[in-house]
């Protein structure tokens, strides 16, 4: 894909995604992978009011080739995204207040969802039975450190859709902007099930095994 058409496809993910309150106060960042490397947004702009403007154009190894600005301050996240899942071309990091609250309220190491239909919303998932497993990190400012905690993981256990940072955010992948937004809007609907789920049950019965 090239630059120009990546860009175009993250601003409108971005109104689309701020509309539903996921990208409050400039939080969160957008990248595609392109034919002459990456794009990603550019730190500290309101992500719902994107414009050619507020994208970094970075080569295949992440060395920024055009845009003015700094790059998002978790870039080393999206390119770390990237090297592990192949299949991925476009990563979305969001600010929910589910993501941000379940990924507290679950003191483990992954949020397990299991008997949803809208699992199905994740390529390759089938069935409600299934158990859909987001590993969940703890936050950390240095996202050097993150970025080798998440890659670490990914050697024993594979990343394949999305990944949440506990307190701060998710970070999800798809192979083009439709399927990476409706991965984000599939969870989305999940995280918010699963928050009312052990609102209602107590979290003693919200067992995330
Ligand atoms: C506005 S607080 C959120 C930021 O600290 C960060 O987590 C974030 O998602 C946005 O950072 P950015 O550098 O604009 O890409
Ligand atoms: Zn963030």
Redesign the pocket.
């Known amino acids: 894909m090239h630059n120009n058409t990546a860009i175009s496809e993250l601003i409108a993910a971005g109104k689309w995604a701020s509309q539903r309150g996921w990208v409050p106060?400039?939080?969160?960042?957008f990248s595609a992978r392109t034919e002459s490397g990456f794009v990603v947004?550019a730190?500290?702009?309101d992500k719902g009011q994107l414009g050619s403007h507020t994208f970094i154009e970075l080569d295949h190894v992440g060395n920024r080739t055009r845009g003015a600005g700094r790059p998002?301050?978790?870039t080393e996240l999206h390119l770390s995204m990237y090297k592990l899942i192949p299949s991925a071309n476009f990563v979305l990091?969001t600010?929910s207040v589910a993501a941000t609250v379940l990924s507290r309220v679950i003191k483990g190491h992954s949020l397990n969802l299991q008997g949803y239909e809208m699992q199905k919303s994740l390529a390759g998932v089938s069935s409600h039975l299934d158990t859909l497993s987001i590993p969940i990190f703890d936050n950390h400012q240095d996202i050097d450190h993150l970025s080798l905690l998440v890659s670490d993981h990914h050697l024993h256990t594979p990343i394949e859709h999305a990944v949440l940072i506990r307190g701060?955010?998710l970070y999800v992948v798809g192979r083009n902007s439709k399927e990476v937004m409706r991965h984000l809007e599939g969870l989305e609907f999940l995280f918010s099930c699963e928050l009312e789920r052990l609102k209602l049950e107590g979290i003693q019965a919200g067992v995330n095994p």
């Open positions: 106060a400039t939080g969160g960042n947004t730190s500290g702009f998002s301050a978790e990091h600010h701060h955010g």
